[in-house]
């Protein structure tokens, strides 16, 4: 399984955000430090927003905060949040798609369908055991990281 770059791109939102925790962080901010467009970094933040994991502010003094605190942020949620389709095979896709035609001619006697929904359930359940704050623990390291030398 493969998370989207958008999925990814909120993963770091999230993190630099809760880094910053003295202070607002701005889409400027994610944008540079990550180096991702400023418009990506946009969709991410009205994604993560509507989802319930940020808050923003607007105008002069604004930017980013964890709309809950780090520990209540499940990366299984977000992660679920952020990814559109996780049907890593064709028989995996939802039963509307499947009525619009196509489809795997084993499907419903295969056996792997079953192997590919568990191994699909067990990623999400190990997400599921951390939170943002288990993702951001390592903070001094994580801060030498991704501030830029003077």
């Given at each position: 399984m493969q998370l989207s770059q958008f999925t990814?791109?909120?993963l770091r939102t999230l993190m630099l955000t809760a880094l910053n925790t003295d202070r607002r962080t701005t889409i400027e901010e994610v944008a540079?430090?990550?180096?991702?467009s400023k418009e990506h970094v946009r969709k991410v933040v009205h994604q993560l927003t509507r989802l319930g994991f940020l808050e923003g502010t607007r105008g002069r003094g604004g930017g980013l905060r964890l709309a809950m605190p780090a520990e209540a942020i499940r990366i299984g949620d977000v992660v679920?949040?952020?990814?559109t389709n996780f049907a890593m095979a064709e028989c995996l896709r939802r039963e509307r798609d499947r009525a619009l035609g196509g489809g795997c001619p084993i499907d419903g006697v295969c056996r792997l369908t079953g192997m590919l929904r568990g191994a699909a359930n067990a990623f999400l359940a190990e997400l599921d055991r951390h939170t943002l704050a288990d993702a951001v623990a390592?903070?001094?390291a994580l801060l030498t990281r991704l501030t830029p030398a003077a």
């Open positions: 990814d791109y909120a540079t430090t990550y180096g991702i679920r949040g952020t990814e390592n903070r001094p």
